[in-house]
């Protein structure tokens, strides 16, 4: 079989994807030509006034049934084709089309008249379109194979080797014998078909070099990115070291196995304690993210998705308080069903939100967390009357670094990796995440921002 597929793209599901649109999108383009062609033969005075003959009429009507049974018969077939380079795949039917197409419109304009028909043109519309889909080597050899065809054509209508198509009404006199006339139209056709061809192919190659050229660097940039999160991996880890060192012998001096402790020491060392076990806890946060992102992967527990809202709220409730902000959480759910995933991830994507929510809303603000169940999902929707977000950075607030514009300007604190990070953690997690601006809580001057997290439920 044919090899038709670049050695970059094998493994590259866009580039099948968009085979598999192309080939669709081209039978239902022939089913129009179908149509089209019908109506040719059966209303042939709405096209310039033409009259068909018998034997026109009924040639082109089996060639117009013959596209029609071949199409549905691809479009059937398309459906059962895998992404695999090395068995009949997508690009191959890319092939067959082409072959079927050239057959049917070769008939087609030998029907109409060959050298006098105007549909030779439509020859050069194949020729582009095998250019950007197919190999160099296999477009030319159409073209050499359509250029001698229709030159043999023409040549034996010439010398009456063959019959003639006349179409009666298109043209006033049968130019098929004007020597001139077959010639000039003969070799401006071949100068064309392989004009378009050179073109088109060299054009298709280019794109594919640098489509190739960014899926290496895309590779690169995975593969350093990679090589960033063991980095980090490493250091954090042997920072956890001597931190779980410091934890045990403050442990060991609070139980009092090194003799009795002022009051006033223990109270220090107790403080020391709780920031180690927040140190170490930050730590081994660290660490999950970094894990999730180097090796894909997270784990799997049922969570009681109510009580996580409710305990990131309540641990972000002392910066709302210190501005003055109103933070509800509103459970509206009658049956609590569990959420399968990672806690732990969970907690950190919606404290993210509720934190930005908090952060960009002026004094006295107000923020509302909403629980509700949505057919198979559960909705956690987190609204606020803040500064919101412009129309035209809604689609990119999801971009690594990317901050909105309305923010730049103003010293708000923030790197714009905390919202890719919570994408990221709501999709591995067969969720979706959406954003608006205006919220449902938006005033006059304070348009707010809405973010509504769907997590499937475990049924």
Known sequence: MINLVPSWAKHYEEFWMTIRRRNLWFIKLRYGAVLMLLIFIFYPK??????????????????TISILTYNGLLHFIRRFLKHDADSFNPLHLSLLQMIFDLIALMLVVYYTGSVESPLLLFFVIHMIVGSLILPGFLIYGFAATIVIVVWMITIGEYYSIIPHHHVNGYLPSELYQDFNFVLAINTTFGFIVFMIVLISNRMAKQLYMREQQLIESIEKINAAEKEKQKYIIGVVHEIKTPLAAVHSYLDLVLQKFLGPLDEIVEEKL?????????????????????????????TEESMTIGAIVKTTAASQMVNARAKSVSLKVLDQRKEKIPVKGDSFLIQIAISNIINNAIKYSDFEGKIEVVIENKENDVMINVSDNGIGIPEQDIDKIFTDYYRASNIKDKNYEGSGIGLPVVKQIIERHGGTIKVESPSRLAATDKPGTSFTIYLPLKK
């Open 270 to 298: 107790k403080r020391a304690k709780r920031r180690s076990d927040e140190a170490i806890e930050l730590v081994n946060s660290v660490l999950k993210i970094s894990n999730m992102k180097l090796f894909d992967r997270i």
């Open 46 to 63: 709405y096209f310039l006034n033409v009259e068909l003959t018998g034997s026109q009429h009924n040639s082109l009507l089996i060639i």
